[in-house]
């Protein structure tokens, strides 16, 4: 059930891939998937194996007001990868780093799970909205890089609290600012 | 040769490895690895893979004047790798994520070749420089991890200018801007 989780999401996306397609490509009947994960939210983060479940610890992110949710956000992101959940999520994006289909997984992961909720409590377009979660991204990914796998300092060892001011600016403009905002080309 | 200037490298960084050393360890003599390689630069390069050379590049960023070198930058990490070199850098990033010495190993090329000659241009002091360096690393590395390794839409498949005008103020930010720079703990 589960390798048969792992493709249908890494091939059709968090949206695309339903319980019913997945029982039957497993070859077992969809109520048996439901007995044993409950909803395709908890199946989908069996089948990325992951670390930390983001019901635990998004909702006070998005308790934050508009104006200070880069800082939450980033505080969020720092607050994970420094508890207890990091060789969990180290392993899961050397995954993705090494394979497509796991690359696949973690960017649904972090895009349905994460980003899309964040940006989901502010109102604007569809296409703002992926274009403004891209950005955060970018911005969110390239920090764990830098501090916990390439280690580069100072930011390898600056206090958390140091990272947020630095960082979280850059965020609020990804998420409210004003931006020039990437779209797919035509 | 190689394997010594790899060791040397990721142990004691760009500056910390010397020629002597590394041919000591070699079993050779010094003479003979300026013979091979020329400067210790060269060395680097080799030992590192590197798929593409910084002097190739870099002049053209260092000549944009300051308030530009944000532009000039994230254009030329997009003309890079949009280029030939992609395979080679991917390559290079996925064993950083996999091996300890090969992430210390693109630590100091990015580090010693790339960011800190950029920064190198710009007068300040040297802990500013360091701290500057990282974060416009930060947003660097993880520009290319979503665009070219997660390919995350609509980042993947904007066109460079749209990336460009959406990046480039974060790190003119990080390079002359107003920040709060993350420090090492006392």
Do not use: C
């Amino acid at each position: 059930m589960l390798a048969a989780a792992r493709a249908a999401f890494a091939e059709r996306g968090y949206d695309g891939a339903s319980i019913r397609a997945i029982a039957t490509a497993a070859g077992v009947d969809p109520a048996l998937v439901h007995h044993y994960f409950g909803t395709k939210d908890a199946l989908f983060l069996a089948a990325v194996e992951a670390p930390a479940d983001p019901d635990e610890f998004l909702p006070r992110v998005l308790a934050a007001p508009p104006e200070a949710l880069g800082a939450a956000v980033v505080g969020m992101v720092l607050h994970v990868w420094d508890g207890p959940a990091r060789p969990g999520i180290l392993a899961l994006v050397r995954s993705a780093v090494n394979h497509e289909w796991s690359a696949r997984l973690l960017r649904e992961f972090v895009l349905a799970k994460i980003i899309r909720r964040v940006i989901g409590s502010l109102d604007m377009p569809v296409a703002e909205r992926e274009a403004r979660g891209a950005l955060v991204a970018s911005q969110l990914v390239g920090l764990v890089m830098t501090r916990y796998v390439l280690r580069l300092e100072p930011l390898a060892s600056a206090r958390p609290d140091d990272v947020v001011a630095a960082i979280a600016p850059t965020v609020q403009r990804y998420l409210t600012g004003d931006v020039a905002l990437p779209g797919r080309p035509d």
